[in-house]
């Protein structure tokens, strides 16, 4: 008997449908919901205006403390009690914070949905925000940024962050905050930031079973209590570019390694040319089979990865490259990667390397949106955004649609060598003089 047999091939690829999306306004909020037709679990997630864009300047990090806070107890009921009675539903909160929004969500059984909806919003509009409970989360917060701000990354992802939207404005401060901000939080802080940004209605979004679902009931739960009305809205940051590059060094004596970290400025999310974009950083930076990976990985072996691509939120976006080197090796590194970032504004990509993008995110894209929590963060993107119902359903074939013309055309207008800035995290002392001799641009000490 032979145990070799013959390697099936490839199925023919399934048609990918994003579920129709349903919109309705219940009890001053509006829902946004998905059809799972036969699908058992549901997800109910609470969509509020209220991320780390919305928090005072030197006040950053608010967010991440009322995250942790709000799973310390209610007005009706204490920590223990409230654990309890989430736990009975199997289920647990689920807090996310980005730029735009804080999200609160839980994933059910369909005939526990409203029940977890009940807790959900009990949670987020009536938390009991103990003073020593705050001080308590405050100080485990600022414990856990030390510890992750004691590795390399984070103080040159911060340098960068403040040298490309400027350090007297919030998004130009890491989203998190840092050690010495939520350090600095006191317990009115949190209270005001609740009481300004966590009583408006909000979104609520279900992905579920919709014939089993009563969306109507689940918005006056979601919403009850709830006023205010929607949050003032602002438009898109100008995209501002410096005018010439600049290398930021951020000193970390006695490094085996050198952290970089490059980026400009970039459009943000809703800009039309998002996905040809997309795809012009998947194909410089946004893959393992990148160029930037190939050629500084493989070709020059100066590191274990590197990755570049462009992200966005809705008033800003970015493009921002990020690697580790070894210090003997930082300044030849830093060199290639800003000629590889040049050579494809300069000429674009090519069919066979587009080819291999569209189909490495169109099929991502496919698999990544199957479940009802997926679904569920899909349908807070055409919230927070702006975009069209129809915009998940349209995507797949947007990706595979898009052209080299296309691509290459947004290369060139999105991608700015010339204005980079170039901030390298190391020992100053043994890589400065090599980094001055790369001519990329002024060496500057750069602190945090």
Partial sequence: ?????????????????????????VAGGEVVAAHLPGQNLAVALLLLDAGAGREPLGREGLGGVIAKAVEEGTAQRDATAYALAIEALGTELVTG????????????PVDRLSAAVELLAEAVRTPRLDPADILRVRDDEATALRMDWANPGPRADAVLRADLYGADVRHGRPMYGDPDSVAGLEVDDV???????????????VAGDLERIDLDALGAAAFAGAGGGPAPQEGPVPVTLREGRRILL???????????????????????????TSLAGTVLGGAFTSRLNHLIREVHGYTYGIRGDFGASRRFGRFAVASGVQTAVTAPALVEAVGEIARTQ????????????????????????QSPRAIASALTTLVVHGLPDDYH?????????ADVEQVSAAAAAHLRPEALTLVVEGDAAVIRDELVATGLGEVVDATV
């Fill in 250 to 276: 951020v000193d970390r004596p006695g490094s085996v390694q050198s952290t970089l970290r490059l980026g400009h400025p970039a459009p943000h999310r809703a800009h039309p040319d998002h996905v040809p």
């Fill in 1 to 25: 008997m032979s145990l070799i047999a013959e390697r099936p091939g490839p199925g023919v690829a399934r048609p990918y449908r994003f579920p129709t999306v349903t919109r309705r306004t």
């Fill in 97 to 108: 914070l980005d730029w735009d929004s804080f999200q609160v969500s839980v994933q059910v």
């Fill in 346 to 369: 300069v000429t674009g990509v090519t069919e066979e390397e587009l080819a291999v993008a569209r189909s490495w995110r169109a099929g991502q894209l496919s698999v990544e949106l």
């Fill in 393 to 401: 359903a349209r995507l797949r074939e947007s990706l595979l649609s």
């Fill in 191 to 205: 209270r005001v930031f609740h009481s300004e940004w966590f009583l408006r209605p909000g979104t609520l979004v």
